[in-house]
Nanobody
C-alpha cells in the first residue's frame, strides 16, 4: 500500500518562496508519473506540474517559469519549488502518483495549505 504525505506549506508574502515535499510511504518501485495539484476555495482543481519517472516535466501556464517540480526516487520524495509567489497561488496543494502501468493517479496525499499574502 502506498501513502503520500505532503509538507512545507505555510504563509508567505507575495514574491516569496516555498518548497513543498511529498514523501512516499511504501514501495517506490511501482510509482511512475507524479504530479502536484492545487485547489482554491470556489475554484476548480488545477494540475500545476507533472514529472515522469525519468524526469520529464511539464507545467501549467500559470506557474511556468516560477515553479519547479523534481523528484528523488532514492529518497522517495517529490518536490515543488515555488518562487515569486503571488496571492493567486493561495490554495491547498496536494501530490498524486500513478503506477508505472497506468496514467491514472490513484495515490493522493491529504494536502498542504499555501497562503500568499499581498
Amino acid at each position: 500500500q502506498v501513502q503520500l504525505v505532503e509538507s512545507g506549506g505555510g504563509l508567505v508574502q507575495a514574491g516569496g518562496s516555498l518548497r513543498l515535499s511529498c514523501t512516499v510511504f511504501g514501495s517506490m518501485d511501482s510509482i511512475g508519473t507524479m504530479t502536484w495539484y492545487r485547489q482554491a476555495p470556489g475554484k476548480e482543481r488545477e494540475q500545476v506540474a507533472i514529472i515522469s519517472r525519468g524526469g520529464t516535466t511539464n507545467y501549467a501556464d500559470s506557474v511556468k517559469g516560477r515553479f519547479t517540480i523534481s523528484r528523488d526516487n532514492g529518497k522517495k520524495t517529490l518536490f515543488l519549488q515555488m518562487n515569486s509567489l503571488k496571492p493567486e497561488d493561495t490554495a491547498l496543494y496536494y501530490c498524486a502518483a500513478a503506477s508505472i502501468t497506468s496514467t491514472d493517479f490513484p495515490y493522493r496525499g491529504q494536502g498542504t495549505q499555501v497562503t500568499v499574502s499581498s
